[in-house]
């Protein structure tokens, strides 16, 4: 039996539930949330500010469209005339001006119940760190304090990954989520202060920092938070407030060092994306994913979300993984079918590949399965334009040349003319 460090109690699953205790390992015992250098994310926050996703990588968002089997294109539809109502309500949230009377007393616990009330499955309150706010973002978040809201995913259709059950819980979980937070703002100017939602869908920062700073979880080897009740299975939602909060503070929960012992999510993944070292990244130790090697994956089976899938902590809670850690000092469930087997399904082109995958089995796809649209729309518009210069014949001068030139300058009247990125990320 190995030496527990320190306990971590944790509010039950559900309001009016038990605490749970989580026993730490003496041997897993690392820092209270990240280890991370201040000066450094400082620096990257102000020299290489963050940026969306739907920024930075909007090339591949919208070839994803194109590129997802048809049960996800109709699927994607659906999901986005259920959401697109909710975005202009979130985006216009911290416009409202408050409907009670403010008393001056700490709200910290009547907001905490009011989430857990509502269903949310943890909650948090920490500083709204800007360093963190993305690049085109900065003007929208108006107050400062962040209550960071943990809504659970379906447990059942997550362990169907990668599948249309797993995807439908994942966005599922948006669509009960987005008029949740919309809910918590009303509540919140019910006590006379104001709220602005930021997510599902379209978040104003990268929301774990935030999560692991209010005490919710550590960040894991698959780039996800894992939270104590359900791993990386949570949707991450913050509201920004002026009321009079109280903040709560990171924690230990051993998952930083366990992940470096675990390493499921590391070697089941399909595309290899993730790294079994920690490195040094914008100021933050932690293991790097490779977005190239994940995205064409996720995009193609069904979400994948195969790293999520089979984290012990997703499948058996934190209590029940440490537990059985301190008394054999093996990972819960590694090794088996149980934990680690996936099958990947049809994709929309027929010609990659499907089937079961066990422990120590990994599918192999060839250089262009991996070969996406990269970057911006404009940079993705300027390589169609390399391309087709490279393969002219300069010598005949073909009209082709002046056409690939006139396709690029419509192309790019319609990124700057045409349709903003959009909120959502569906893919």
């Known amino acids: 039996?190995?030496?527990?460090?320190?306990?971590?109690?944790?509010?039950?699953?559900?309001?009016?539930?038990?605490?749970?205790?989580?026993?730490?390992?003496?041997?897993?015992?690392?820092?209270?949330?990240?280890?991370?250098?201040?000066?450094?994310?400082?620096?990257?926050?102000?020299?290489?500010?963050?940026?969306?996703?739907?920024?930075?990588h909007a090339a591949d968002t919208e070839w994803a469209h194109s590129v997802g089997t048809d049960e996800m294109q109709e699927y994607h539809h659906q999901h986005t005339g259920v959401m697109e109502?909710?975005?202009?309500?979130?985006?216009?949230?911290?416009?409202?001006?408050?409907?009670?009377?403010?008393?001056?007393?700490?709200?910290?616990?009547?907001?905490?119940?009011?989430?857990?009330?509502?269903?949310?499955?943890?909650?948090?309150?920490?500083?709204?760190?800007?360093?963190?706010?993305?690049?085109?973002?900065?003007?929208?978040?108006?107050?400062?304090?962040?209550?960071?809201?943990?809504?659970?995913?379906?447990?059942?259709?997550?362990?169907?990954?990668?599948?249309?059950?797993?995807?439908?819980?994942?966005?599922?979980?948006?669509?009960?989520?987005?008029?949740?937070?919309?809910?918590?703002?009303?509540?919140?100017?019910?006590?006379?202060?104001?709220?602005?939602?930021?997510?599902?869908?379209?978040?104003?920062?990268?929301?774990?920092?935030?999560?692991v700073q209010a005490g919710l979880g550590q960040l894991g080897a698959n780039g996800q938070l894992l939270t104590p009740h359900a791993g990386p299975r949570c949707r991450l939602q913050i509201i920004t407030t002026d009321a009079p909060v109280t903040y709560d503070h990171p924690v230990d929960y051993g998952f930083h060092a366990f992940c470096q012992i675990c390493q499921v999510c590391v070697n089941r993944c399909p595309g290899r994306a993730l790294s079994a070292e920690k490195v040094w990244w914008r100021g933050v130790e932690k293991n790097k994913l490779a977005y190239k090697r994940c995205r064409p994956v996720m995009i193609r089976y069904e979400g994948c979300a195969v790293c999520m899938k089979v984290c012990p902590i997703n499948r058996y809670g934190a209590k029940a993984v440490m537990e059985h850690y301190l008394e054999t000092g093996e990972v819960l469930g590694k090794g088996t079918p149980n934990l680690e087997g996936y099958t990947l399904h049809p994709e929309q082109s027929g010609q990659y590949v499907v089937g079961y995958f066990g422990p120590g089995e990994l599918p192999v796809f060839d250089a262009k399965f991996f070969d996406i649209p990269k970057g911006t729309r404009e940079n993705a518009a300027l390589n169609e334009l390399v391309k087709a210069v490279e393969t002219e014949d300069v010598a005949s001068k073909p009209p082709e040349a002046d056409e690939a030139l006139l396709k690029f300058r419509d192309r790019l009247r319609d990124i700057v003319h045409g349709e903003a990125v959009s909120d959502s990320t569906m893919f």
């Open 1 to 56: 039996m190995r030496k527990i460090g320190h306990v971590v109690t944790r509010p039950g699953r559900t309001l009016g539930d038990a605490p749970v205790d989580i026993p730490v390992p003496q041997e897993l015992e690392t820092v209270p949330g990240i280890p991370q250098n201040s000066k450094d994310v400082s620096f990257y926050s102000r020299e290489y500010p963050l940026q969306r996703q739907q920024v930075e």
């Open 85 to 211: 109502p909710f975005y202009p309500l979130m985006n216009r949230s911290g416009d409202l001006e408050p409907t009670g009377t403010p008393t001056g007393e700490d709200v910290t616990e009547l907001i905490k119940n009011k989430a857990r009330e509502l269903g949310y499955l943890d909650v948090g309150i920490t500083a709204h760190d800007r360093r963190y706010v993305y690049e085109d973002r900065r003007n929208h978040v108006k107050y400062p304090h962040a209550i960071c809201l943990a809504l659970e995913q379906d447990y059942v259709g997550m362990q169907s990954a990668p599948s249309m059950s797993a995807e439908h819980g994942h966005y599922g979980t948006y669509e009960i989520q987005a008029p949740m937070g919309l809910q918590m703002v009303d509540y919140i100017r019910s006590l006379g202060y104001h709220g602005q939602v930021h997510g599902p869908s379209n978040h104003s920062a990268a929301t774990i920092p935030m999560f």
